[in-house]
């Protein structure tokens, strides 16, 4: 090989390998946020703390705060949910423990209680089992999960917060979004009368709670989702304790109203590995007993 | 310029070139009322005027077009070996490094002219069937197409280098194609391997959409001049040093 040759290898090949090793190491918003999620995944216990809102050309139709505190390793959990559909306000509470539930809502003041049965109980204990993966499938899944992603891992930006936390942001456009994304919204959204009249029956023994169902307004053309901002926060010990979304989705309805919705969820961690769940004590209170169906298809 | 013509109008007469050419412009126009009756029967929109040539373009880099680049590669340089027909541009009073760059030009052209056909057929397909088709989706979509051509070309000039030990067109196109399939499994199976290789930016014109002119994007660029420049001049050597 005479050395002009050589040399122009030489040389492209250097280039080469600069543009690679530039091109990785920005990755690092990316990388906190495998990180975080890995390490927030072996959490035993938390308090978390929901919210949500749909707001429709500027006007919010529906909100949910929450309050949940989560026991994981003691499989008990409370969680106080309070609901604003139409300027209506309702709240309702959740107790649970490996021996019942119990749910109190704003309508009355009687308390629903749910005896646990065992066999449940080993069934949510098996499920948690399968769901701490080997660390091998967890390699697997990473691997599957980075390629899939690619496109999207530089996009993700990371700031420091006057707090020490440090927040992620993945801000996607209309292009941006894949298609299988743009699908199932479109799809979810255009079929959305039949599944409320599916779900009419869900409740809690007497107690229903159709009425906390938003009315969303029903898109028939147009339906695209023209963005979606996702933040992350994590804290200093890289837990991930903040996570927001705004879902920008825009239709035209039946009558060829322009609509555009906008999903706001947020959720804050809290108490991490020190939250204990509160207890309620039905002493003295209205009880009303709940019994599983036994049709087949019980909850 | 000398044997540019010549090359171009091989690689482009042929009956299968003009074949692909239509089919590759068919396409599109044919998948765009099927979605429109699919979106309609299943009631979702997954595709709209602004997106369908993204989506046209992001099948198109990831299986079509590459096949056709190991195609037209396998013609220009094995094939015409196998023919024996190379010999008679050898006796030409042309140096070999023309030759080579004239393949390697009309190579390049016919791509872009594939790319180019696509990008149009799609963006139209796109405006009469589906709803919601913007300017701006028009100008993302060019811009698209044409920033493809970057890592489809350093594909082809990895596949025109490994050619020249191969003296047979249809031993090369299945090469070739092997070869494209081991480089998707890399990509997938092994992310920090899959950074040295340019099918990691085949669909990075997503890339610039999501983050326009970044370190990273800068970094890929760089990465895939420098690896054109690489085998550009690996196979021009080896062509230049073969024996007929």
Known sequence: ??????????????????????????????????????????????????QASLKDNDTVIYSVNSLNKENLKADSGSSTVSVINNGQKSNVEFYNNNQQSVVKSSKDNKYYVKQEREKKWDDSKKKHEEESFSAQKQKDIEAIFDALT????????????????TQL????????????????????????????GEKVHEGFGPLQFADLKPSIPQLVKNISVSRVDLKGEVNPDQYLTGQKADVYVSGTDASGKEHNLVLH?????????????????????????????????ED | MLNVRNEWMKLIRKRSAIALLVISGLLP????????????????????????????????????????????????????????????????????????????????????????????????????????FTVHGLFLAVVSFM???????????????????????????????????????????FPGLARWLPTYDTNWYQRWINSGLNTLVMGRCL??????????????????????
């Open chain 2, 29 to 132: 126009l044919v998948a765009g009322p099927i979605i429109n009756v699919l979106q309609n029967r299943f009631s979702f929109t997954a595709f709209d005027g602004e997106s369908f040539p993204l989506v046209m373009l992001s099948l198109a880099v990831s299986f079509y077009l590459p096949l056709l680049l190991a195609l037209a590669i396998s013609d220009v340089f094995s094939g015409e070996q196998e023919q024996k027909t190379l010999s008679f541009l050898l006796v030409r009073p042309i140096s070999r490094m023309k030759i080579f760059k004239s393949k390697t030009i009309s190579t390049g052209l016919y791509l872009l002219a594939l790319l180019l056909i696509i990008c149009i057929s799609s963006i139209l397909s796109g405006a009469i069937w589906l709803e919601n």
């Open chain 1, 169 to 196: 942001e993945l801000d996607l456009s209309k292009n941006e979004i894949p298609a299988v994304g743009q699908a199932v919204m479109s799809f979810f959204l255009k079929n959305l009368d039949q599944q409320t």
């Open chain 1, 150 to 165: 690619k496109n999207y891992q530089d996009s993700v930006t990371s700031k420091q917060l006057p707090n020490g936390n």
């Open chain 2, 147 to 189: 920033l493809s051509w970057i890592p489809l070309m350093a594909l082809g000039l990895l596949f025109m280098f490994l050619v020249q030990w191969i003296g047979s067109g249809s031993r090369a196109l299945t090469f070739s194609i092997i070869l494209y399939l081991a480089m998707m499994v890399v990509n997938f199976l």
């Open chain 2, 223 to 244: 990465y895939l001049l420098s690896w054109c420049a690489m085998f550009y001049t690996l196979g021009y050597y080896k062509f230049s040093k073969k024996e007929f």
């Open chain 1, 1 to 50: 090989m005479n050395t002009k040759i050589l040399s122009a290898v030489g040389i492209s090949g250097l280039l080469m390998a600069g543009g690679v090793l530039s091109a990785s190491a920005s990755a690092s918003g990316y990388d906190l946020f495998k990180t975080s999620v890995k390490k927030t995944q072996h959490v035993n216990s938390f308090t978390a703390n929901v």
């Open chain 1, 265 to 297: 969820i947020s959720s804050n961690l809290d108490n991490l590995n020190k939250t204990n769940a509160s207890t309620i004590d039905l002493n003295g209170k209205t009880v009303v007993k709940v019994q599983d169906r036994h049709d087949g298809h």
